[in-house]
């Protein structure tokens, strides 16, 4: 399989090579050349499927023979070794379950396939690679995590100081060995500025060979598939397939699901949830679409924090699978918005209703379903419920008025000592940092 950059002005790379780079050299986004067929009997015989052998068999074409089976098929069983169900709300909606992994977000998939593939491809090297991300969040701590004593790589983890939730920091500052947490004085945009500029800066590309680990790379990207062949083996109706709903920021998630859906995978439809940075929702509602990007909007912040994106740069894949044909795209996908005050309505209503506790990105995936299904009274959907309800639980115990409990997994975690390294939110000071 050859990936090509989504600006046509990069060389065609293999799987590796994707990998390695995560962004193509035009600054486009690598995409697959041809979209694989899914063979039938794997749709057919789903049930009788372990998952880690219908993720290996999902991947396999993607990664083609640049890792042999054996050590693919070890990956992927590291990647999902962990419960993602299928919960009924009601007759209608359906939950799928992503928080169950060990940062309690459904990153971990991404996070745990990428760093093991760039562990095996380092292996070789006698280089190390350094991997930087700035997170406001949920991001770091599924990197942290999945790149925990992988050897060859060392980690850099930028987060805005007092800005993270109490759980979401101590997954960010308490591993330590390769895992280097920097709080920084000051916001995610500054995090996120301060590692643009290291990639960018020649005299420290010369000493360090850095790489990115967010969602646009290739091999943290295409595993998110998995989700949506593990929710078909969970739905009864095989032959009604769900609509489902995607919380939806970078746009990653939802478009795995959508090239899953294009290989051959029966799902009836799918829907973008967004919170009020609504630009892709705008864009399906207008009858003149101006591409996505143009007018890059900042964005705002909300409740479900790891939506709050204004220029979601994964999108421009979702246009690639439809050929950039306008009706196509909106046959297979529509947008809701949800504000704020609806997402809590939404965490109390289906905790009174069902005693089911949402977090609030689940929420906000839960009621754009529901309006979707308002107007599609025979149909049936799955929301994904992409993150833990502990690692939000102002909003939440806000409109449950119950407290939220940790989960025994991360307890361990909450006990652990926090290391960070303090740090003014300074260009000077982060390059100093890395040449030392
Ligand atoms: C990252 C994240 C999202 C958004 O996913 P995208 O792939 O960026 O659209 C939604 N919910 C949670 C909890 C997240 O961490």
Known sequence: MKYYSTNKNSDLVSFKEATIRGQAPDKGLYFPETIPKIEKNLINNVEKLSN????????????????????????????VNFQIPL?????????????HGPTLAFKDVGARFMSRCLGYFLKDEEKKVTVLVA????????????????????????????????????QLTTLGNNITALEVEGTFDDCQQMVKQAFADTEINQKLFLTSANSIN????????FYYFFAFKQWRDKDQPPVICVPSGNFGNICAGILAKQSGLPIDHFIAA?????VVTKYLHASNPIPIGIYPQKSKPTLSNAMDVGNPSNFIRILEIFHHQFPELKNNLSSFSINDDETIATIKRVFNQYYYTLDPHGAVGYLALEKYLQAHPDKKGIFLETAHPVKFP????????????????????????KKSIKMLASYRLFKNFLLD
Not at 218 to 225: H, M, N, T
Request: hydrophobic content about 40%; aromatic content about 8%; some cysteine.
């Open 274 to 278: 967004c919170n009020v940075n609504d």
């Open 52 to 79: 880690e052998e219908i993720a290996f068999r999902v991947i396999k074409p993607y990664v083609d023979d640049d890792i042999n089976d054996d050590d693919l098929f070890r990956i992927v069983k590291e990647t």
């Open 87 to 99: 919960v009924r709300i009601n007759d209608h909606i359906f939950s799928l379950e992503l928080f």
């Open 135 to 170: 997170t406001s969040g949920d991001t770091g701590g599924a990197v942290a995590n999945g790149f925990y004593n992988v050897p060859g790589v060392d980690v850099i983890i930028l987060y805005p100081s007092g800005k993270v939730s109490p759980v979401q920091e101590k």
């Open 218 to 225: 290739v091999a943290r990207w295409l595993p998110q598939q």
């Open 394 to 417: 102002e909003a939440v115990e806000k409109a449950t008025m119950q407290k939220v409990s940790f989960p025994a997994s991360i307890s361990s975690i909450m006990n652990s000592e």
